[in-house]
């Protein structure tokens, strides 16, 4: 979610969606196609770089967004934040840039996007670039969904290390309410996630014969790739990830594009493999 302090990476992935934007009304340019652009989780139009002592602010996606003109607009922008003072800010900041046909409102991005579904559905001439960066893991696999069969372009920058990582104990001692959200948010089933990410090893000693649970040290890969195929059950195609970490070389995202044209997923690939490399 946007204007919260981030890394480098942050520039690094709004740089990857201005990118694509781009390429994208390129392409459509030479189609008769209504354009939609949507961001679910938009923040205030700004973001923080750095930390509290040290930063600098940078626009945020909606704005670089926003700006593009060249050589054609999206026909409609529609940003959600759900916080009311942040949307208020971001309201003020894109409507300076484009006033005409920028929508913002204060909601749910799950409520919202199965309005942006029903909109799609009455017009196969309705074509929508999503993107999705979630506050936490504040988007549910049932939102995804809605998206089936429709004229989607999908960017979605998912915590994996983050969010999904965190929760997946050790252990194995994970409470009922994380199981929930774990399978809410990726529409995958606490038996998949477990036999992709665990094992079992029977050790024995002086005390005798137990079950000893590992969890593999490749955890959020895994996740990623099991995240990846169901996402191929809604889309044709899924692009590779940017792969985000941080100081530590720990995985945080995985940032991505889900299509089901080959030509957007070539594209998001060769964007992606340049920042990869840079990694």
Partial sequence: MENEFGGSWTETKIEILEKYASAYLTIMNKYPFHLTYFDGFAGSGEIKIGNEEDFKIIEGAAQKIVDISTPRSFDIY????????????LETSVRSKRPNNVFVVAEDCNVV????????????MRKTLVFLDPFGMNLDWSSIENLKGLGVDLWLLSPTGVGA????????????AWWKRLEKFFGIDRELITKSIYQENTVTDLFGSRTVITKSSQANDKLFEIYSEKLKTIFALVSNPYVIVNRNNSLMYHFFCASNNESAIKIANDLVSKHNKKT
């Fill in 113 to 124: 996007l199965e309005r942006l579904a029903g909109f799609l559905r009455k017009d196969k």
């Fill in 165 to 176: 990582n965190r929760l997946l104990k050790k252990d194995l001692n994970i409470s009922e």
């Fill in 78 to 89: 529609y940003f959600v934040e759900k916080d009311e003072k942040k949307k208020q800010r």
